[in-house]
């Protein structure tokens, strides 16, 4: 069993910052990709940021020079670093990893999601 814990969302004027941490424990044998979607009321999910095994980095253009994905593999963690934040970023943001488990089974996990507000 994988678990995904995300925490540092929260009320924030525009202009301000806020750093998401998502911590995975479990069964784990190998995390591979991780990732932080969001999701606004009304609105798809949508995927903000992906960051690899490897550390390779990728997002989507309304965040790119404000926001950065990192990770910690020794600590089975990912963060996402959000700067210059705008009354647009307000949303639910969720977690997601790729994990392979002890026993080899390979599957995608979500955590339960983080309220990011962005005021006016």
């Known amino acids: 069993q994988v678990r995904l814990v995300e925490s540092g969302g929260g009320l924030v004027p525009a202009g301000g910052s806020l750093r998401l941490t998502c911590a995975v424990s479990?069964?784990?044998?190998?995390?591979?990709?991780m990732a932080w979607y969001r999701q606004a009321p009304g609105k798809q999910r949508e995927l903000v940021a992906t960051i690899t095994s490897g550390g390779s980095t990728n997002y989507v253009d309304s965040v790119k020079g404000r926001f950065t994905i990192s990770r910690d593999n020794a600590k089975n963690t990912v963060y996402l670093q959000m700067n210059s934040l705008k009354p647009e970023d307000t949303a639910v943001y969720y977690c997601n990893a790729e994990v392979t488990e002890v026993t080899l089974l390979y599957d995608n996990y979500w955590g339960q999601g983080t309220q990011v507000t962005v005021s006016s």
């Open positions: 479990g069964s784990i044998f190998r995390i591979n990709a």
